[in-house]
């Protein structure tokens, strides 16, 4: 004698309402960049950062020019560039997150400046450099090889495009009224949009770099259609 088919719903899981209503929540996304360690604007931003827009890429390779060797564990030294220290790398390729790559970085420049010791609180730095200028914080000094040894190797995140960004018009004023197409995502944690030079991240990615790099990253919402 055949025993009586199971229902469906004896089949399938039954998940609670709250369960169903996150299932079926589109992606959220956020931009993906720096939490300034100081009030100090593009000087403490060339302290905390360096910049690798200065100089040409050279065998495809960044050129990093910072102070040393401290560097913080993520940094953003350049238009739409994300680099990271040995240790920060570590942290990501552990994190279960999807979407990246890495490439070694050329620490073209590297000087002695130890601004981490400076009161990061106060109103205005308490050095400036002689011209006024703030890459001249890196400029002005010599390289230091030694220093350059004693930071260890250097990072950047390769994050390739796999998503296309829409926008109302022609020319907007903020990245506020860009979006993401949700249609051409990949369905990557971290990823870049065609027609958006900043790096991109879905919620779980923005909750984790959080807790992986907290002080060091900010994220704002990104909108999506």
Same mark, same amino acid.
């Given at each position: 004698m055949h025993q009586p088919i199971a229902s469906i719903h004896s089949i399938l899981p039954v998940w609670p309402p709250d369960v169903i209503e996150v299932m079926t929540m589109p992606a959220r996304f956020y931009w993906f960049g720096e939490q300034p360690l100081t009030p100090w604007g593009d000087y403490g931003h060339i302290l905390q950062h360096g910049m690798t827009s200065h100089l040409?890429?050279?065998?495809g390779l960044l050129c990093l020019e910072r102070t040393g060797p401290y560097m913080p564990p993520i940094t953003f030294p350049g238009i739409g560039d994300v680099v990271l220290?040995?240790?920060g790398k570590a942290q990501l390729e552990a994190s279960g997150l999807s979407g990246f790559t890495?490439?070694?970085?050329?620490?073209?420049?590297?000087? *002695? /400046?130890?601004?981490?010791?400076?009161?990061?609180?106060?109103? $205005?730095?308490p050095e400036?450099?002689?011209?006024?200028?703030?890459?001249?914080?890196?400029l002005e000094r010599q390289p230091d090889a030694r220093l350059s040894d004693e930071?260890?190797?250097?990072?950047?995140l390769v994050v390739p495009v796999t998503?296309?960004?829409?926008?109302?018009?022609?020319?907007?004023?903020?990245?506020? *009224? /860009?979006?993401v197409e949700l249609d051409s995502w990949?369905?990557? $944690?971290i990823f870049r949009a065609d027609g958006y030079g900043g790096v991109l991240v879905?919620?779980?990615a923005k909750d984790r770099l959080d807790e992986l790099f907290g002080g060091y990253v900010a994220f704002e919402e990104f909108a999506s259609r």
């Open positions: 040409l890429r050279v065998e220290t040995s240790g890495f490439r070694p970085v050329r620490k073209t420049r590297i000087v *002695e /400046l130890p601004w981490q010791d400076w009161d990061l609180s106060t109103g $205005d730095p400036l450099p002689e011209s006024g200028e703030p890459e001249d914080y890196i930071m260890g190797d250097v990072w950047e998503a296309n960004i829409g926008r109302p018009t022609r020319v907007v004023r903020s990245f506020h *009224e /860009l979006y990949n369905g990557a $944690d879905v919620e779980g």
